[in-house]
């Protein structure tokens, strides 16, 4: 698909030192009881300082059960990959949606054929208006002459794992 080179980055992103410290201080702060470990209740007062919103109890129950079963709660350097994980997708859903803000010149909250011509022209000047065309349609997964973010993301996911 098309899209997979529009965002043909890695989806990795380097921790910078100061990030490290803060994810390890939140996880101390978090750590009332110098336990040296995080329990359920921990790693949510965590979750909401680092990233502002408590996690669902799916959530949760996901970074649970993916961690060591012999220990009692997260520990550190499990709660270090799990925060560098959620914000490489942060980051990455801020970059999809950079993209999709500079196709929406109008700032209407989605796009039109019209505005994938005129992207399409600023980064494939070559490319026919057919396979414009086509791209569009695929896109807009409910067919409403609109690509919303959600169709827009869902189409650059999607090349990413195909490619």
Known sequence: M????????????????SEHKMWVKV???????????LSREDFKVAVVMLFGYKPSKIEVDSVMSSINPNTSGIL?????NIVKKKKEA???????RHIFTAFDTYYRG?????????????????LPERTVLEVFREVDRDSDGHVSFRDFEYAINYGQKEA
Do not use: I, M
């Open 90 to 96: 942060q980051r990455y859903r801020n970059e999809v």
């Open 27 to 37: 996880f101390k702060a978090c750590d009332e009881d110098h336990k040296g470990y």
């Open 76 to 80: 550190l350097e499990e709660f270090l």
């Open 110 to 126: 989605f796009l039109t054929l019209e505005d994938f011509k005129k992207a399409f022209r600023q980064v494939a000047p070559k």
């Open 2 to 17: 098309f899209f997979s080179e529009a965002v043909a980055r890695s989806r990795t992103w380097e921790t910078s030192p």
